[in-house]
């Protein structure tokens, strides 16, 4: 990470909150709806005239929809400034980038820090449990009103992949191609478990006060800092770790205590203290349980084949990294047999690297090269100019 | 687990707690000394009469001395009566088996939850920074105690296969065998990374008080719960977490909500909130930072083999687990190289298992098969009547 300086930032963009009259009530996979609810999104370069070019990008856990312009809160660069801007393999000039804070999210979307219309507080653990198919509800509601019926591609890593393949099971005739990185067609029962693990560490946390702690005025700072520690090992390799840190000291060396000694304990801990002031307990409460109960092939009898036979035309690309143990190859091995039995059209590439899950969010050249040239032939299939 | 009929514990044991004299002060790695300290330990079987056929057990993070025998809190059966007992690899019959309890926990030995001498209180967070070399200074000084010049075998897992190498390292004369299971000669980034999370949630409760609760009353439960999840998941691996729960719900199905809806949050709760009953949280601390600063090159240059240039004559036996994502095979390796730089004698088998880290405390038909045959291989050459 260090000594890189990070790319320039997109100029050009747009966006905002898009919201939504109390009669465009958002329905949810539980049974209940949101009415009058928003979505916080961006958008960088300019929609073509036959709204032909548009992307879909769609975040993970904790990212949000400043793709490529600073975050408002840490204002730091985009998040996949990597991939998105003049000539990357997202190419501004060329294509429409949309970006959108997901529902339950709380960088503009509605979520569980929103106020409740209907009691003017705010919603804490009265919010609606959501699921990645909510999500991909609210985000087809979003690109109709931008006024466009098909997208050109939808993206995302991690469970912004899950969107993706939700997105191509939901609307396969607004979807022209789908890339799906790092990611699954179901929550494993280890992650799971880490999801729980995080949950329950917010949940311990006294300031957390049963979800109510944004009308109590408290935070529960160190619980969720102890959730992103614990994710955040999962996001790297143990090689990646060793590699950053080893086992060398701060400063001073051995302080026989239980000061950070080492430097990745160091790291460990500004990452937890980093992430609570960007984002809300509730919100990871949430997200993560949107995750967990992500299983594409549950509506379709257990057989992921089927989920797909309607998005036959659609053309996929599946991305996974060797050292990635959070999501490994394996899974998206699953996606690809799957699409391959339903008769859809998969590119897959397995990539070597020993930066973990991390990598997709990573100047990673074999996956800029590969999301470069699918992106082109798709461009190419579609018709658009160049 | 489930449908297993647990072993008998072995009938014939004794132990207790071994109280040194103030002027037998345990020196401590950290330059500070313990006077007056004590140690839990059990014992099975009889010493014979020149004392040749003792083995010592050394238990892991969570272990104790009730290797073979119940729990007197949880009641459950000795953590490694697959191993021990009768006819079994470490044959009760034949060995005199001690396993102490180590310094710095919470079952007799002492440890931050002991009454400090000097002040009439609870030590809490006053109490010395511990390493892997003095819980093997304490376990010699036992020995000594117990009339065994010389151990016919040291064996033990995870931190116990840590405290193994130091005996060879430390006491090279007085080790004739050596038996490492699922361990590494150092804690990794990784590694040094979880535990740090488990250290945070703990840190987090208020009830851990600054160390404190011991005199204050209260105790930090939610966040050492919350650290046994965490470390709990990585003792299993992915594929034994998918075989046992998958993505199976509790009675009902969805819950929408944050109750335990899926099998393996139900576990994964179990697990946390029972570690609680038998468990201290400043104990948790304290050999959680000794296994961090375990290396046992780092006294020699850097070089493991130097470290065990003088146990040459020690009969080494090294054992991983195929699906051990925490002491992955590769470390076991880095152990077997140096030894046999060093010109030591070492046999090493890894074991084909999908049930991870969690495996060396499972029945492993080819754990056992290895260690009776090194075992006995071991005996005939200690000139031991079987």
Redesign the interface.
Known sequence: MKGITPPLNVEESGGGVMRFSPDEALRLE??GQLNGFEVGYRTYGQLNSDASNAILVCHALTGDQYVASPHPTTGKPGWWIELIGPGKPLDTGRYFIICTNVIGGCMGSTGPSSTDPATGAPYG?TF??ITIGDMVRAQALLVEKLGITTLFAVVGGSMGGMQVLQWTVDYPNRVFSAVCIASAP?????N???N??G???I????DWRGGDYAGLGTRPE??L??AR??AH?TY?S?AA??R????EFQKDG?S???D???Q??SY??HQ?ASFVDRFDANSY?YIT?AM??F?LAVAHGGVLAEAFRRARQVRFCVLSFTSD?LY?TTESRDIVRALNAAGARVSFVEIESDKGHDAFLLHEPVMEAALSGFVASAAKARGLKS
Chains 1, 2 share one sequence.
């Open positions: 539980s049974g653990l609606p449990v179901r929550h494993s029962a280890q799971i478990a880490l729980e693990v949950r329950q560490a949940m311990a946390d006294p160190k619980g800092a102890v520690m614990a090992i790297l143990e770790l060793q950053k840190f080893g086992r051995v026989w205590g239980f950070a000694d080492f990745v304990e460990l801990r937890g409460l349980r967990d109960y299983d143990w490994p």
